[in-house]
């Protein structure tokens, strides 16, 4: 490419990208302006100025000069676009993918926002709502128009908006159905006037939820189910699969259920509040880690059925979540039995906290040995290779540097404050009671940091001998008697890595030498029935060593037997017969 050329690429890239940022800001500060207008318009009817001229000065103007310079903006950009190279620019994408994006969340949160200030009654602030909420669901139709264009839709980034949308209408969803069904619960568990609002009822409260959650699943479900979303196979829709999906759900799961757990413990151990305060996170956290399984389970067996990767990458996310969870639970353990050890009676905050750590443990450690399954050994994998089981073995290994990297850095960190309290006090520092009580919250995390990183280092260091000595030789022989004349080192060590048996090795009389055994022992297996011969191979021309163990791994391939003896002639001819007994 000339340098011409390539100064006159770059000038139309910033060119566009200029042209789409700007259009942009005009979009928004349009929509901004008719909002004003139009929530004016429904909280005064025909009188717009209600005393507030600066605010009405400024609609006036986004509306009156932005709105006509998107227009004409827009209709230059639109006119270009029937140019192939103008729709594949990286701008012209971006640009949709913002205001598709922006325009989406506020419509839906200003349009639910309404819905929920009318159920809750007595209050004019649905207007304002009401009309931001349709300036921007405007927009999101007339975006949503360029979107599906047949012939001036973006041609890249094409997926984003359907990912981002789906997972947006999920979080949605999600929220409004947690904090519906905790509500529902509460109010089950503690009674219908300890779970309202002062001054609202609960089922209020919950009904407003109830349209979040209603709301956020017809977002899901239309960019999800009818724009195909969970059909797409793209980098963003795996990252958004792993991320929302699996570490999102994967989070509230083992937090709802580790406050569900501390609260049992709290109730059958620790009574030294009023049951009705013990009981108040009961609900919220039985709703979380009930709705966020759901989603959990839903997102996991989507990732069963993607790629290796996928798969592989929600497995270690949720490992990695979990083995979080269990870490902090030993953490706080140790914690807690420092502070019993330095204190001779156990007050109510210590088992609160000990009771914290065995929760945290009793959730975070069983999905950790589910997911990461540590008795179960990995294949080795060379590195560098290629594939599905290539890429997932490098991710594993990655994890496993940076968990023992963070945990490694924790563990300095909380080892340098251990130092610091324990010169602190030696030094006449009193103030802060004794060594055991100044150091045992670090001391607690330096052992649940040291734990996960010593267990990591390890692993990594197995899995990388492993790669690096290559799969394990299956042994097909139990026991080879190798007789040849020529140097036996490179028949024997072709015989050791086809057949992985031991090797004695006999040299031929007939080339003057005495026939000296020396033996390789190996472990055969059980005596196996004979099979016939193998066929000799006639010596090619110019045949040398290398081309002689070739041969013979050529020939071992296949064979099987307790015990086989392989002859080499002086002119090169090769016989394997599998022997009896």
């Known amino acids: 490419m000339s340098t011409a050329s390539a100064a006159g690429s770059a000038q139309r890239t910033v060119r566009r990208l200029i042209t789409y940022l700007l259009l942009f800001a005009l979009v928004v500060i349009a929509a901004i302006g008719l909002s004003g207008l139009l929530e004016r318009l429904l909280v005064a009817g025909t009188t717009l100025a209600t005393g507030d001229i600066a605010g009405l000065a400024r609609s006036l103007a986004f509306t009156l000069i932005g709105g006509p310079l998107a227009a004409v903006l827009w209709w230059v950009v639109w006119r270009r676009l029937g140019d192939e190279t103008e729709r594949a620019s990286v701008g012209w994408g971006l640009y949709m993918t913002g205001v598709y994006v922006l325009s989406l969340i506020l419509a839906t949160t ?101 349209v979040w959650a209603v709301g956020g699943a017809l977002v899901w479900w239309w960019h999800w189910k009818h724009d195909g979303g969970r059909l797409l196979r793209t980098d963003l829709a795996s ?50 880690a009930a709705i966020g399984s759901l989603v959990w389970a839903y997102h996991r067996g989507l990732a069963r059925g993607s790629s290796e990767g996928v798969r592989q990458g929600s497995r270690l996310i949720t490992s990695g979540v979990a083995l979080v969870a269990a870490a902090s639970g030993i953490g706080v353990i140790v914690n807690a039995v420092l502070a019993m050890a330095a204190t001779p009676f ?13 929760s945290s443990l009793l959730v975070g450690g069983p999905v950790w040995w589910v997911a990461w399954k540590p008795l179960r050994r990995t294949p080795a994998a060379k590195p560098g290779a290629a ?22 850095v924790v563990a300095v960190i909380t080892l340098l404050v251990i130092g610091y309290r324990v010169f602190e006090f030696f030094l006449g520092d009193l103030s802060g009671g004794s060594v055991v009580e100044r150091i045992r919250a670090p001391l607690g995390l330096l052992v649940a940091t040291g734990l996960v990183a010593g267990y990591h280092f390890a692993v990594w260091r197995d899995e990388r001998a492993a790669g690096a000595a290559g799969p394990a ?7 080879v008697v190798l007789v040849t004349g020529s140097d036996p080192a490179p028949l024997h060590r072709v015989i050791e890595d086809v057949t992985g048996a031991g090797v004695t090795v006999w040299r031929r009389a007939d080339v003057g030498a005495l026939p000296v055994p020396v033996t390789v022992p190996g472990p055969g297996p059980a ?8 066929p000799g191979l006639a010596p090619g021309p110019g045949d040398d060593t290398g081309q002689l163990a070739g041969r013979l791994a050529a020939e071992l391939e296949g064979v099987t037997g307790a015990r086989v003896l392989v002859t080499v002639s002086p002119d090169g001819r090769i016989d394997v017969i599998p022997l009896l007994g």
Do not use: C
């Open 527 to 534: 005596p196996a029935p004979g099979a016939a011969p193998g």
């Open 239 to 288: 990252v958004g699969l792993m991320l929302v999906g699996v570490l999102g759900a994967g989070v509230l799961t083992l937090g709802g259920a580790g406050v569900t757990v501390f609260t049992l413990l709290r109730l059958a151990f620790d009574r030294t509040e009023p049951t009705e305060q013990l009981l108040e996170p009961l609900a919220t956290a039985v709703a979380a």
């Open 346 to 358: 156990v007050g109510s905050g210590i088992r609160t906290l000990l009771l914290g750590g065995i």
């Open 110 to 210: 200003n349009l639910l926002s309404t819905l929920t200030t009318l159920i809750g009654g007595r209050s004019l602030q649905w207007r304002p709502s009401l009309a931001t909420g349709l300036v921007w669901a405007a927009v999101w139709v007339w975006h949503r128009w360029m979107w599906r264009h047949p012939r001036k839709r973006p041609l890249d980034l094409t997926d984003v908006p359907t990912v981002l949308g789906s997972y947006i209408g999920l979080v949605m969803g999600v929220s409004g159905t947690v904090t519906a069904l905790s509500i529902l619960l509460d109010a089950a568990i503690r009674g219908a006037m300890a779970a309202g609002i002062v001054g609202k009822p609960w089922w209020i409260s919950a009904l407003q939820s109830l």
């Open 473 to 479: 030789r299956k042994r097909t022989i139990g026991h």
């Open 387 to 408: 594939g599905d089981s290539g890429r997932w073995q490098n991710a594993r290994r990655v994890y496993l540097v940076v968990v023992f990297g963070l945990s490694a």
